[in-house]
């Protein structure tokens, strides 16, 4: 890391009896996109929070672009007006009674901007956000995707340093999401914002983020580009998280170098895999399970045999349009794979299955 604008060192937080962050550490390069992924109540919002100045850690330490702006050792606590950073709620929170360009052109009036200048940033803000027409409109009659670009107007218009953005999509539906999902990222990319990100939602997650943390009870599991973390999860709670994974209960069979098999207990084979190098060395005959994710499994409907091919036979199949969901009976275990579309017609057809040997990972049993 060369001048991270943000770091935050190892953050606690308890509320009585609860420890909502355990020794929470990051820090963020401007310009980049940073999430806090994680399931309910692993501490996102607090350290959002915290961050923002809304909350006080019980221990650790925050520095925007090298200054402490937060320490509980130091005392040092300066409050959220000063840190320059833009907010944006779950609940988008926009106010009622307010048009449009009130609202966004509230965050001005508190810090007492000239008119002139507040109806220039204010117009501006809502050109970013596609906003320009619907300025005299009444806030709260509004859609919610319409909405959700008001509350984003709202945190840009002041021009943040940093914009905080707290589960900002999880009001709306599938489609919208998506939708707003792409504009957010292209007004990163256009203005150039650095974002700390709050999801659950893993697919938001890795579509936005140039760099994201897993939590899990207070506690950082994991974090890096999403590329690393889909492909080379280092725990099973950061793999199951971010995608499906089918794993196979097996015995370590030959280890040669570079090289190493699973033989299944399912008895349908063994299965051919490459040890992460520098991981501890694995002895044969020891009890594990291969993973690999879905899709990295090719379904063919001839057998042509070779190494890690399985025979199996497709229980079940979910049309999905562009794709099918197949069990597959292998051995004594089923998986879930996917197919292509005209697999919707091979229910209880003998299929033969390739896992490709770089995409499989070990676990402990
Ligand atoms: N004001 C509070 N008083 C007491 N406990 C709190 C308070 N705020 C948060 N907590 C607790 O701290 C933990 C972390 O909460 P936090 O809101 O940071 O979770 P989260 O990851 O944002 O979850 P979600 O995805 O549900 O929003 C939870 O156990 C929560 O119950
Ligand atoms: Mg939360």
Redesign the pocket.
């Known amino acids: 890391m060369s001048n991270p604008i943000i770091q935050v060192s190892a953050l606690t937080?308890r509320?009585?009896a609860?420890t909502?962050?355990d020794g929470v550490s990051f820090s963020i390069e401007k310009g980049e996109v940073f999430t806090?992924l994680?399931?309910?109540?692993?501490?996102?919002?607090?350290?959002?929070?915290i961050i923002a100045g809304l909350e006080d850690a019980s221990g650790g330490e925050v520095k925007l672009n090298s200054r402490v702006i937060f320490s509980a050792e130091k005392r040092v606590n300066l409050p959220p007006e000063k840190r320059n950073m833009g907010m944006v709620f779950?609940s988008y929170a926009i106010w009622p009674h307010m048009t449009v360009a009130e609202n966004v052109a509230y965050p001005l009036k508190l810090r007492r901007l000239p008119r002139a200048e507040i109806r220039a940033r204010v117009a501006e803000a809502l050109r970013q956000v596609g906003l320009e027409a619907q300025a005299d409109r009444d806030a709260p009659k509004l859609s919610g995707g319409q909405q959700q670009r008001v509350a984003l107007a709202r945190a840009l218009v002041y021009e943040p340093d940093i914009l905080l953005l707290?589960?900002p999509l999880s009001n709306l539906d599938v489609k919208l999401r998506e939708q707003m999902r792409l504009e957010i990222k292209m007004l990163q990319e256009r203005l150039g914002l650095t974002i700390i990100y709050?999801t659950?939602d893993q697919a938001e997650a890795l579509s936005l983020s140039d760099r994201i943390a897993v939590?899990s009870q207070?506690r950082i599991e994991q974090d890096g580009s999403p590329d690393e973390l889909y492909n080379q999860p280092r725990t099973e709670f950061v793999r199951d998280f971010l995608g499906k994974t089918v794993t196979l209960p097996g015995r370590i069979g030959a280890v040669n170098g570079s090289r190493a098999s699973v033989v299944l207990d399912n008895g349908a084979g063994q299965l051919a895999f490459t040890p992460v190098a520098g991981a501890p060395p694995l002895s044969s005959g020891s009890e594990v399970k291969i993973a690999i994710r879905p899709e990295r499994i090719t379904l063919s409907q001839v057998a042509e045999g070779g190494e890690n091919r399985l025979s199996g036979r497709i229980e079940t199949v979910l049309y999905q349009g562009d794709r099918t969901e197949c069990t597959v009976r292998v051995g004594d275990d089923i998986i879930t794979i996917y197919g292509p579309p005209e697999a919707r017609a091979m229910k209880n057809q003998d299929v033969e299955l390739f896992l490709a040997p770089e995409a499989l990972t070990i676990w402990p049993s």
């Open positions: 937080k509320f009585g609860v909502a962050l806090l994680g399931p309910s109540g692993c501490g996102k919002s607090t350290t959002l929070r779950q707290d589960e709050v659950h939590m207070g």
